[in-house]
């Protein structure tokens, strides 16, 4: 079994995601990635690998237990024990609390906080087991202060930020690290949301873990 500790990124993109996977990478770690689709999956593994990074991908919807659960079992079985799970995956729809429809609350909320319950619970046994290990969850400002027009993405990133500290209360006592990053506003290269800015936030706390959140904020 390699020896490199592995990184397990739920919710895989060109933004957040890359920023911590080549952060971490490039310190020793090796990097599974999940998401939904494999065209995309598969630009970001051929830019890691491109940088030299061990990098792995796995298709699975964040929106389906089922789903995570299947991809966790083969990352045990191919890769071994997570040592660090980030849970970035969100559904951005716009609409206010007086045009979204139940269901799409509904189904906003499986992406949005449901599966970071899922996909943190495939890790937690053995990290117990061990009594070490860190999960990460990508939270966001309206968390704190909701934004009307993005009001179901509000109730996720609000309801994943109290899972998110439930967690920690939980796991710390056993050697377990929860930590999650709010980001104020939207991620973009070149400005202080640049996701290689955001990676080294995840990094800071990896190393120290001595928050168990941190709010990214101009």
Not at 33 to 62: N, W, Y
Request: net charge neutral.
């Amino acid at each position: 079994m390699n020896d490199k500790p592995l990184l397990v990124i739920v919710g895989s993109g060109p933004g957040v995601s890359f920023g911590i996977a080549k952060k971490f990478g490039s310190n020793g770690f090796r990097v599974v990635l999940i998401a939904r689709t494999k065209p995309s999956l598969e630009r970001v593994l051929e830019d890691l690998r491109r940088l030299g990074i061990e990098s792995h991908g796995i298709t699975a919807d964040a929106s389906d237990p089922d789903s995570l659960k299947t991809a966790f079992e083969q990352i045990k079985h191919q890769y071994g024990a997570t040592d660090v799970l980030v849970y970035n995956a969100a559904h951005i729809v716009p609409g206010d609390p007086l045009s979204i429809t139940e269901q799409q609350l509904i189904e906003d909320f499986k992406v949005n906080t449901v599966g970071a319950l899922t996909s943190a619970q495939q890790v937690i046994p053995e990290m117990l087991e061990r009594r070490q290990g860190t999960l990460f969850f990508t939270g966001g400002g309206i968390a704190l202060i909701p934004n009307p027009l993005y009001a179901s993405l509000s109730v996720g990133k609000a309801a994943i930020h109290s899972l998110a500290l439930s967690l920690a209360e939980t796991l710390s006592p056993y050697g377990i690290y929860v930590g999650q990053v709010l980001i104020a506003d939207h991620v973009k290269k070149g400005t202080f949301y640049d996701p290689d800015r955001i990676a080294d936030v995840y990094w800071g706390l990896y190393n120290k873990k001595d928050r168990r959140e941190y709010l990214l904020k101009e």
